[in-house]
């Protein structure tokens, strides 16, 4: 395991274990990729998936060689929160997993903010 990689899983795992002991809320959690970006919101007490948005969904996909930008981070964001509105979704913790806080991940964030509360 490299030493990049290495640090990104400890990241991802610090980041977890905090919102389940800190929140009990549901969470919004992101998986970026290099072609695409997916955003979930998961209750973490029955371990299920309420609700999902990604660049793989039709409404948002291109044809062409990558999918995982800010523009399409934006999208995902918005569709992410009005589904979540949809099914009366409000408050939820936000699960950047080993990313950083900026570019696409913060581009999805305040887009989904908009609609969600965290």
Known sequence: MSAKSHS??????????????????????VFKSG??????IID?????????????DKEIRKAGKSNCNIENAIKV???????AAEKAIKLVAFDKGGHKYHGIIKA????????LNF
């Open 35 to 40: 072609q695409h970006i997916y955003a979930q």
């Open 77 to 83: 964001g918005k569709l992410i929160g009005e589904r």
């Open 108 to 115: 999805l964030a305040e887009e989904a903010r908009k609609n």
């Open 44 to 56: 973490d007490l029955t371990a299920k998936t309420l609700v999902s948005a990604s660049t793989v």
């Open 8 to 29: 990104f899983q400890k990241r991802k795992e610090r980041v977890r274990i905090k919102l389940k002991k800190v929140s009990n809320r549901n969470r919004l959690s």
